[in-house]
Nanobody
Framework: QVQLVESGGGLVQAGGSLRLSCAASGLTFSTAAMGWFRQAPGKEREFVATISWSGHNSWYVNSVEGRFTISRDNAKNTAYLQMNSLKPEDTAVYYC??????????????????WGQGTQVTVSS
């Protein structure tokens, strides 16, 4: 059974930083593309970032490019999202995702993803 457990969310002032972690189990982490999505109140879930299974490639939504960095530690079966220069519009529940296809290359496909339970990120102005 695949389990993805997020941590690191919280309340931060605009301009601040947070690092989200996603601990994975029940899958072959080293061959899984990992990513993050977010859902703000009243809005649909949106893609934020993906890192390839090799760790050599990453993709970001335009609104976070240059502020967020996705990374992974295959020895710890953990993915991270470093979020800098946070803005109030980044406020959302952030979900960790893993693509269900081994060695998938490209942004994670929501319809083929395993999901974590989510962690709240709130950015105050």
């Amino acid at each position: 059974q695949v389990q993805l457990v997020e941590s690191g969310g919280g309340l931060v002032q605009a301009g601040g930083s947070l690092r989200l972690s996603c601990a994975a189990s029940g899958l072959t982490f080293s061959t899984a593309a990992m990513g993050w999505f977010r859902q703000a109140p009243g809005k649909e879930r949106e893609f934020v970032a993906t890192i390839s299974w090799s760790g050599h490639n990453s993709w970001y939504v335009n609104s976070v490019e240059g502020r967020f960095t996705i990374s992974r530690d295959n020895a710890k079966n953990t993915a991270y999202l470093q979020m800098n220069s946070l803005k109030p519009e980044d406020t959302a529940v952030y979900y960790c995702a893993a693509d269900s296809s081994a060695r998938w290359f490209g942004p994670i496909r929501a319809q083929h993803a395993y999901w974590g339970q989510g962690t709240q990120v709130t950015v105050s102005s």
